[in-house]
Nanobody, 115 residues
């Protein structure tokens, strides 16, 4: 059974930084794309960042230039370095991982940006 586990959320002041991590376990096949979405209260889930199995990355327009995603393919691990955080970055951040022809999701980790 594929499991996706996020960690690293918390409370940070505007302008600060946080690093999220996500690890995938239990996958019997190669993990394809991995990445992050987020959801703020009362809003739809929003794409944040993603990276293909080949290492190509892309970012949502609102985080471009501030967030950096990295991936350790051997460990099925991705990290999301979030810099210059803004109150609008507040939300639950969900990691996804493609395996066995579908995306698997973690439970989410809360990020709160507030003074």
């Amino acid at each position: 059974q594929v499991q996706v586990l996020e960690s690293g959320g918390g409370l940070v002041q505007p302008g600060g930084s946080l690093r999220l991590s996500c690890v995938v376990s239990g996958s019997g096949s190669m993990v394809a794309g991995m990445g992050w979405y987020r959801q703020a209260p009362g809003k739809d889930r929003e794409f944040v960042a993603g990276m293909s199995a080949g290492g190509m990355s892309r970012y949502g327009a609102s985080v471009q230039g501030r967030f950096i995603m990295s991936r350790d393919h051997a460990k099925n691990l991705v990290t999301l370095q979030m810099n210059d955080l803004e109150p609008d970055d507040t939300g639950v951040y969900y990691c996804y991982a493609g395996s066995g022809g579908r995306n698997h999701w973690g439970q989410g980790t809360q990020v709160t940006v507030s003074a």
